[in-house]
């Protein structure tokens, strides 16, 4: 059943629990919340706010102060904050959730696992990783405590660190955690679960992302196949499988199979989710991206601009997704030379990103290299030259040197240098980590 088709289900719940209790009872409060939950699932986020925060306030006024469902009410819209990039909103609620289930439930719970891994996952979204780490391996281990050693809460605990370890571009570390997790799955759920998928679908992930391609595609379609036969033909995971393989064949050039499969995926959502949701605007997104590698330009551009505006209507002006958009449009305006479009756009995403991920986010560097990219283009090197060395910086600190965003920025950066030796131009840069390259250039 598409999820939009529960709407009427949830609200006649609700209205005839009104009729019945009154207007403030745990019942209605709790129908409240699950018509948020399918308003937050459908991407109808103004709609889910209100309800999620009239839930919890009923919740407290029925219940006290500390109460599980309170808990539950407040970690609830901690996730839709930090769907929203609401990050400051998002923090106090999950730390409040998470010591009101403390002094409910003992130092040792799985619900406090479960809070554990959400306050991770924020500061994971955050580049906070020294902070997510060791939430990630305290929810590993108290599930490990309470579940034995093997469980699939165990497993999803394992996937959530690879997927840290990932985002750290720690990849030797993630592989063993995605195996482990999926071996362990296996032997839990049978040869075919939805969380089978889901891990097949990650370790491929990471292959992907490693260049091996050729271990990547078989994992793909097995869990794209799984997802069919378990979930339907129409499912939202099984759009986000085929747009994970039409990504695949995005970077083995292999385009006239990525093109159709983005298509489906669109349409896919749109049937399931609405015209309007922030996946939605992934995909359009995404099939700009393709057409943008393509030179399609003309095809790609209405697209950029289409998935940046739905992002402002959902998310609000201010959120991670729209600064990636509006880096993904200034990359197409570099490219076709109207720069004078590229610039704001790219200045507008960088300090976008500042203000909601810090000034040492991965996401910050690649920002700053894009920026450095087009004032080099322009022969604006003293503009140029703080921008490649900040970026650089960032990644080798938050990253390492074998990162291979490090290497395609440090390999942009050394370019850039030898490009102003060549110019002659050695006498615009200042900075003593440049002109000791330039030095070692030249001798």
């Known amino acids: 059943m598409a999820l939009v088709n529960a709407e009427p289900l949830y609200k006649d719940a609700l209205e005839m629990r009104k009729q019945l209790l009154g207007s403030a009872h745990p019942d209605i409060a709790s ?7 399918l308003y937050n699932s459908l991407g109808r986020y103004t ?9 919890l306030e009923m919740r407290k006024q029925l219940l006290g102060s500390a109460h599980p469902d309170i808990a539950s009410s407040l970690n ?9 990039g609401r990050y400051t909103e998002a923090e106090p609620m999950y730390v409040e959730a998470l010591e009101m289930k403390k002094q409910l439930l003992g130092s040792v719970h799985p619900s406090i696992a479960t809070s554990l891994n959400n306050l991770a996952e924020l500061y994971n979204s955050l580049g906070r990783y020294t902070e997510a780490e060791p939430l990630y391996k305290d929810a590993l281990e108290m599930s490990k405590q ?7 809460d165990i497993a999803s605990s ?8 990932y985002s750290q571009g720690r990849y030797t570390e993630a592989e063993p955690l995605y195996k482990d997790a999926l071996e362990m799955s296996k032997q839990l759920l049978g040869s075919a679960h939805p969380s ?18 050729t271990e990547a595609e078989p994992l793909y379609k097995d869990a794209l196949e799984m997802r069919k036969q378990l979930l339907g033909s129409t499912h939202p995971d099984i759009a986000t499988s085929l747009n994970n393989l039409a990504e695949l064949y995005n970077s083995l050039g292999r385009y006239t199979e990525a093109e159709p499969l983005y298509k489906d995926a669109l349409e896919m959502k749109k049937q399931l989710l609405g015209s309007v949701h922030p996946s939605i605007a992934t995909s359009l997104n995404n099939l700009a991206e393709l057409y943008n590698s393509l030179g399609r330009y003309t095809e790609a551009e209405p697209m950029y601009v289409e998935a940046l505006e739905m992002k402002k209507q959902l998310l609000g002006s201010v959120h991670p997704s729209i600064a990636t958009s509006l880096n993904n449009l200034a990359e197409l305006y570099n490219s076709l030379g109207r720069y004078t479009e590229a610039e704001p756009m790219y200045v507008e995403g960088l300090e976008m990103r500042k203000q909601l991920l810090g000034s040492a986010h991965p996401d910050i560097a690649t920002c700053l290299n894009n920026l450095a990219e087009l004032y080099n283009s322009l022969g604006r090197y003293t503009e140029a030259e703080p921008m490649y060395v900040e970026a650089v910086t960032i990644c080798i600190v938050q990253l390492g040197e074998e990162h291979p965003l490090t290497q395609k920025v440090q390999k942009n950066y050394r370019t850039f240098l030898q490009q102003v030796v060549n110019e002659n131009r050695q006498g615009e840069l ?6 000791q390259i330039i030095s070692q250039m030249e001798s």
């Open 31 to 37: 129908s409240l919340n699950n018509l948020a939950e």
């Open 47 to 55: 709609e889910a706010e209100p309800m999620y925060v009239e839930g």
């Open 76 to 84: 609830n819209l901690a996730s839709l904050y930090h769907s929203l």
């Open 146 to 152: 309470l579940l034995g050693s093997a469980h699939p």
């Open 158 to 165: 394992l996937n959530n660190l690879a997927g840290l370890y």
């Open 196 to 213: 089978i998928a889901t891990s097949l679908n990650n370790l491929a992930y990471l292959y992907h992302s490693l260049g091996r391609y």
């Open 430 to 435: 200042s900075d003593e980590m440049s002109l």
